[in-house]
């Protein structure tokens, strides 16, 4: 007798293909999700008034808000945004960068007075062109590069300015320290002329002592001479009892070409004041000197190369060098 298979077979093989089929749609699903964790299972989002938690696969994103302070964090890297009445921090990796925000944040001013010898000696040559001349052009072009906020003012010291007045005593405030007076400094540089003797100690007690009255944060005196006082003063000396009286100026002195044996006068003015003492024989390293020293005043920031003055007027441009006594640029 044959025996039959039973009639139910296929109905068996069909489940067994279902099953089958269904378990494999399991594991792509699975497989899928452990690729790309974001589309396949929404993140977790908790929020409140102290945080924000949002977590994306191996990495993470914390997202903390309040009145104080809100954390972003991704991966191994983090970044931090504090936001409130103090301030906001953004970092990123393993680098940094403070953004403070909600608090007024001021620098000290800065106030930067520029004393020009004008003394009977400055009309001696230097390149081609007299001292003082060359001095004015120098000035004419760092005048348009030092930034706006910064105070400048500008003394000079050796013309004969009035008859009234004796030789020792021939110093003037001609600019008083502002922000707003570049075209001032110039116009008035370019009328100065070179006589008379060097009253130093004369003009360095008048600028201590009424240049910077009233006068808040870094006070700093960029002395550009080509000697020594010849009034019988010692600039030295009083510069170092300064701040016995609470007075604190720093004097960066730029030596125009001096005779033999007068450094060491000027070096101890820069030295005692806390400043630096620049040597200037050439056209170009008197224009590295003042550079140098005004960027020096002014914290480090950077005084724009070829940069125009908006406060100063068309008129009062620098003067274009002689083709025979260039002025190379720093």
Known sequence: ?????????????????????????????????????LKSEPPELQSGTSSTELQTGTQSTTLQTGTQSTTLQT???????????QNTTLQSGTAGTLIQAGVEHQTE????????????????????QPKLELAKRVLEETMQRIP??????????????TMTMADCMQTALLVPLGQHNRGSIISRAR???????????????????????????????ILITDGVDTCGGNPCAFISML?????????????VDLHKGERGQLDCIAHASGGKYYNADTAAQMIDSISHSVDTAISGRVMIKNAKNTETPPELRPLHATPDTPIQQP
């Open 1 to 37: 007798m044959t025996r039959r298979a039973p009639n139910n077979l296929p109905v068996n093989f069909a489940l067994l293909l279902s099953l089958l089929l269904t378990l494999q749609l399991c594991v792509a699903a699975q497989a899928k999700h452990l690729e790309d964790p």
């Open 75 to 85: 991966g191994a890297q983090n970044t931090m945004l504090q936001m409130g009445t």
């Open 109 to 128: 001013p800065i106030n930067i007075l520029i004393m020009l010898d004008c003394s009977q000696s400055m009309k001696e040559k230097l390149s081609g």
């Open 148 to 161: 706006v906020d910064i105070n400048v003012g500008l003394r000079v010291f050796g013309e004969n300015l």
């Open 191 to 221: 009328e100065l002329k070179a006589s008379g003797m060097t009253p130093l100690t004369y003009a360095l007690q008048q600028a201590a002592e009424d240049d910077f009255q009233g006068s808040e944060g870094k006070r700093t005196i």
């Open 243 to 255: 701040p016995q009286y609470g007075i604190h100026i720093k004097i960066d002195v730029v030596g």
